[in-house]
């Protein structure tokens, strides 16, 4: 199966681990200003 082929392991993993490094602070920055919108309208 092309899943176990080598190479496309090798450029399936760097795609995961980018779109971790991305993904998570985006969504940490998105919460954080949710939250701080919400405060400054009360």
Excluded: C, D, N
């Amino acid at each position: 199966p092309a899943s176990h082929h080598p190479v496309a392991r090798s450029m399936v993993y760097p795609v995961i681990f980018l779109f971790e490094r991305i993904y998570y602070p985006v969504l940490a920055a998105v919460s954080i200003t949710g939250e701080a919108m919400q405060l400054a309208m009360v």
